[in-house]
Structures are given as structure tokens and as C-alpha cells.
């Protein structure tokens, strides 16, 4: 299964990184949002694990884009914030996120919900 990591933040990319590897995943990380959608384009992903927060592109916004287009669709999607207040899990889940998961990440916490969000896909 092939993971795109989107994230600003370093620590928070390599931590994902790492532990999604570690779990025998194909991980790519991207820093920003139009990194992102380069990637998915170039090469589809068969879910993305999205930060919220990016300094190009409000995180809502992506996942609609994502959602939306016909080739793209059917990627899933987990959302990270660390401002719940501002991203509630209904809106994320109302954009189109099939998780949702608050920051600071857990290391367990990530491979569990990657896991089960990946055995829906199949």
C-alpha cells in the first residue's frame, strides 16, 4: 500500500515517516499541499495521511479537491490537526476524510488507524 505523509511540519513527517515504514508501507512524504498534489498525480497514492495546517493550502480545501476529482476520489484520506477547535472532526468527515485524528501524534495511535482504514480498503 503506498502512504503519502503531508506535513509541514519536519519532526512530525519523519516521525509518520518512520513508523509507516517500519509497518512494511511505501511512504512518500510531502511538505506542503502543492507537493502533495504533485505527487498524487505522479504517483497515486492509495491513502494520505494529511496535517491540516499547510502553509499553502487550508487542509479542508485539499481533501475537497481530492474528493472531487474522478481520478482521485477513492484515495483515503486521514486528517491530523492540532487545532480541533478549528478543524472539527465533523467538518473534516463532511469534506471527505475517512479519520480523523488530533495531534500530538502517537506512534501506536498512527499504525493502528493506517491499519484499519487501509483493511476498508480491501
Same mark, same amino acid.
Given at each position: 500500500m503506498k502512504? #503519502? !505523509? !503531508?506535513?509541514?511540519?519536519?519532526?512530525?513527517l519523519k516521525l +509518520?515517516? +518512520?513508523? #509507516?515504514? /517500519? @509497518?512494511g508501507y511505501?511512504?512518500?512524504p510531502a511538505n506542503g499541499a502543492r507537493a502533495a498534489l504533485t505527487m498524487i498525480r @505522479? =504517483? &497515486?497514492? =492509495? $491513502?494520505? #495521511? $494529511? =496535517? $491540516?495546517? $499547510?502553509?499553502d493550502m487550508d487542509g479542508l480545501a485539499l481533501i475537497?479537491?481530492? &474528493?472531487? *476529482?474522478?481520478?482521485t476520489h477513492d484515495i483515503q484520506i486521514i486528517a491530523i490537526t492540532a487545532f480541533p477547535d478549528r478543524f472539527t472532526e465533523a467538518a473534516v468527515m463532511e469534506a471527505g476524510a475517512e479519520a480523523y485524528i488530533v495531534k500530538p #501524534? *502517537?506512534?501506536?495511535?498512527? /499504525? @493502528?488507524l493506517v491499519n484499519e482504514v487501509a483493511k476498508k480498503r480491501l
Open positions: 502512504i #503519502l !505523509v !503531508v506535513d509541514d511540519e519536519p519532526r512530525s +509518520a515517516h +518512520a513508523v #509507516l515504514m /517500519s @509497518e511505501d511512504v512518500s @505522479e =504517483d &497515486k497514492p =492509495d $491513502l494520505i #495521511l $494529511l =496535517d $491540516l495546517v $499547510l502553509p475537497r479537491q481530492i &474528493k472531487s *476529482n474522478p481520478e #501524534l *502517537n506512534t501506536r495511535g498512527i /499504525s @493502528e
